[in-house]
């Protein structure tokens, strides 16, 4: 019984990320984080980003290629 409470508890903590969604419209949180550009790591800060203008920020899973990688 302890084993399916703690499967069903367990279920309901890996779910939570799905609700964390942001809305059409909402404004995205700041952030700073590592990133890459053409190989090179660098801080990124949207705070930062967004005083140049509008931002669109993706996730791009490495090819383990190197031209996929510098296309993303």
Same mark, same amino acid.
């Given at each position: ?18 609700? #964390? =969604? &942001? $809305?059409? %419209?909402?404004?995205?949180?700041? /952030?700073?984080?590592? +990133?890459?550009?053409? !190989? ?7 705070? #930062? =980003? &967004? $005083?140049? %203008?509008?931002?669109?920020?993706? /996730?791009?899973?490495? +090819?383990?290629?190197? !031209? ?5």
């Amino acid at each position: 019984m302890k084993r399916i409470l703690v499967g069903i508890g367990l279920c309901g903590v890996m779910a939570l990320p799905a609700f #964390a =969604a &942001l $809305k059409q %419209g909402d404004k995205a949180p700041d /952030f700073s984080a590592k +990133a890459s550009l053409a !190989g090179k790591e660098f801080d990124y800060s949207l705070k #930062a =980003a &967004l $005083k140049k %203008g509008p931002v669109v920020v993706y /996730f791009y899973p490495s +090819a383990f290629t190197g !031209g996929c990688n510098l296309e993303a």
